[in-house]
Every structure is written in C-alpha cells, then in structure tokens.
C-alpha cells in the first residue's frame, strides 16, 4: 500500500519533514493499519521520531483532511496528517 | 457562507455590512474579532506566525459553520482566518453571523469560534525577547467548546 504523510509545527520542524510518500508491503500489517499503529512504526526511525510520535508531546491525526483518533483505520490512497493540538483564532 | 485563509488583511466593516445587506429580514448580525497582542504568558511578543494545513482548513471550517446552521435559526455566516507573520494588533480572525434575532447569531458565533480554536488545523509560532517558540494548546479552549455538547 502507497499513503502520503504529511506533518505539520512543532512536528515538522523538530523531524524536518514536511511530507513523504510511504510505501509498505502488501501483509497483515497493512491492511490492518491504523493511526496508531502508523506512530508506532514511524517513531522506530530514532529517538527524536519516538518523541515526537509517542512521546510527552500530544499528536493528533486526521485522514483525509478529515480529525480521527488512534484507532482510525488507515486505507491504500490515504493522506495522513499528524501535527499537535490546534492552536489557532 | 463565506470562508476565507489568507495573508492579507479583511476589513470587518465592509464583510458586516455585505451580511446586512443580503437579506432584508436580517435583524442582527454578531461579530467577533481575535487580534494579535504584545504579551503572552508574562513575556513581551513581537511577532506571530501562523501555520496552516491547506486543504483541511478550508473543510474544517465550513463544517464548524454546518454545525452552526444546524442547531441555530441563523441566515449566513462568514469566517476569515489570516495566516503567515503579523505584529501586534494585525486582526488575525473574524467570525460574523446574521439572523433575524441576536440570541441566535450571539450563540452561533461564539461556538464558530469554541470550534475553530480547538478543530480547525492552525499553529501559532511566536516570537518573544528569548526567541521563537510554538504556542501549546490551552486547557480552558478545549473547556469551552465542551460547554456545547451538554
């Protein structure tokens, strides 16, 4: 499965990604991936993902130009977003 | 409904006066303006950047107005959210709604505006005598917009 991910403030700063193409083979993982489990994946790039991702620091998703929450189910195609809590007004 | 991101300015008076006018049984129309300040958390601000998601923004902010529609007896609603580097006192937001009577464009503004701080993708970023520094999230926005699910 091919999904875009695209990041956003604090996160895209600290990781110094704005956005990546991300390719995963074809098994159980993917089609059983969620935002979670995309997190959980990301952040075994190294320490500053695992901070970033699943650390202190509250990130939320959306899917789809679309808020979810950890347990949003992630398809072939998707746009995946995480950024921290919104600040704006 | 009207939504705007942009980087330039709005004129509050003119986006008002184009909701008065649009319809003749219009008997109020409530407005609400956010606006940069010099101080944040006891520090002097020089400068605020605003980020956005393009794309998602858009959409979040017309369903926020939906949302609005559907609980109040409202005519139209217009929101303009800026972005990208103001100063102090640069307008950063406008929310305005019409309806025949205040009590609902009172009520649908201010749940545009408990919405937009707490589901519409923007991140503040200021700058302070110390240097640059992200805005965190309050406690006291996600309680305000928990007000409207009773």
């Given amino acids: 499965m091919k999904i875009k991910i695209l990041y956003f403030a604090r996160l895209k700063e600290t990781l110094k990604f704005s956005t990546e193409d991300l390719e995963l083979p074809d098994d159980a993982f993917a089609s059983s991936l969620t935002i979670l489990k995309l997190k959980a994946y990301l952040a075994k790039r190294n320490e500053t993902w695992q901070q970033m991702l699943m650390g202190k620091l509250k990130v939320r998703g959306a899917i789809n130009h679309e808020l979810v929450d950890d347990n949003a189910p992630i398809a072939d195609g998707d746009e995946v977003a995480f950024f921290p809590p919104v600040t704006g007004g | ?6 980087t330039q300015d709005f004129d509050a008076g003119l986006e008002i006066k184009l909701l008065r006018n649009a319809r003749k049984d219009t008997g109020a129309v409530v407005s609400f303006i956010g606006q940069v300040r010099d101080l944040n958390e006891g520090d002097k601000v020089s400068q605020l950047t605003l980020e956005h998601y393009p794309g998602m923004t858009e959409k979040a902010l017309e369903a926020i107005v939906t949302k609005a529609q559907s609980r109040w007896d409202i005519f139209d609603a217009t ?9 102090p006192t ?42 640059e520094r992200w805005i965190d999230a309050k406690h006291t926005d996600d309680n305000a917009r928990e007000r409207w699910l009773e």
């Fill in chain 2, 1 to 6: 409904m009207a939504i705007r991101v942009q």
């Fill in chain 2, 79 to 87: 929101v303009i959210h800026r972005v990208g580097t103001l100063q």
């Fill in chain 2, 90 to 131: 640069d307008q950063i937001v406008l929310v305005a709604v019409s309806s025949a009577h205040r009590g609902e464009a009172f009520k649908a503004c201010e749940f545009i505006m408990d919405y937009l701080k707490t589901e519409a993708p923007f991140w503040k970023k200021e700058v302070t005598d110390s240097g």
